[in-house]
């Protein structure tokens, strides 16, 4: 399974655009990139996924570069409740499981 | 909206004993997920569930554990004998066809 790279924390002033990114570069030509994220050890909540495209729904944008070795998930008006890890994940789809690993994400913090 | 129910919500119980978690997975959604994060640690993947079987399960998920899902509507994780290092937060989760999965809000395991 690919591997991502996430930087471990972002501060985001409140209502400006939040822009995360993501290294994904051992990714292959029929994998997606998923983004998820987790509020305080609730449980993850699925944001976004896309495999080539630039993807866009009432929660975020997301931007992969042409190469498709990294991608930037984009919150456009950032609110305190937006404070969260987010996690960047290329399923594994062995046996057609698409388990989810987990790293250490991106800790959010949106700042009034 | 649907969305998946675990309970209980926190769940203490004595080295040795036997729990039982359980899920109400999203009534359309085919594959079934444990997952768990001991505080302060990364999600982790336990087993994936479908068509009444394990598809995939980690090194965590040894003899201890065990899946089931009794009827049309519950999907239950079992440990057999709690050992200390099993408190953790369980998530479950479930998806459709499509790999975006949707968890529950987690029951916390607390083995005294």
């Known amino acids: 399974d690919a591997k991502t790279t996430q930087p471990t924390s972002m501060d985001c002033a409140e209502g400006r655009a939040a822009n995360l990114p993501c290294n994904h570069s051992?990714?292959?030509?029929?994998?997606?990139v998923y983004w998820y994220r987790q509020i305080h050890s609730q449980g993850p909540q699925y944001i976004i996924h896309?495999?080539?495209n630039n993807e866009t729904n009432e929660m975020a944008s997301l931007i992969i570069t042409e190469d498709r070795k990294s991608s930037t998930l984009i919150l456009p008006h950032a609110t305190l409740r937006d404070t969260a890890v987010y996690y960047c994940?290329?399923?594994?789809?062995?046996?057609?499981?698409?388990?989810?690993?987990f790293g250490k994400g991106t800790k959010l913090s949106v700042i009034p | 909206e649907p969305e998946v129910t675990q309970t209980p919500s926190h769940q203490v119980t004595q080295m040795g004993q036997e729990v039982i978690l359980r899920c109400v997975p999203i009534s359309n959604h085919l594959y079934f997920y444990w997952y768990r994060q001991i505080l302060g640690q990364k999600v982790e993947f336990l087993v994936s569930?479908?068509?009444?079987?394990?598809?995939?399960k980690s090194e965590i998920f040894d003899d201890q554990f065990s899946v089931e899902r009794p009827d049309g509507s519950n999907f239950t994780l079992k440990i057999r004998s709690t050992k200390l290092e099993d408190s953790a937060m369980y998530f479950c989760?479930?998806?459709?066809?499509?790999?975006?999965?949707?968890f529950g809000p987690g029951t916390r395991l607390t083995v005294l």
């Open positions: 994940i290329v399923p594994y789809s062995g046996a057609g499981s698409y388990q989810l690993t």
């Open positions: 896309g495999l080539k």
């Open positions: 569930f479908y068509n009444n079987e394990i598809s995939e």
């Open positions: 989760a479930s998806r459709e066809g499509g790999n975006e999965q949707f």
């Open positions: 051992t990714i292959s030509g029929n994998e997606y």
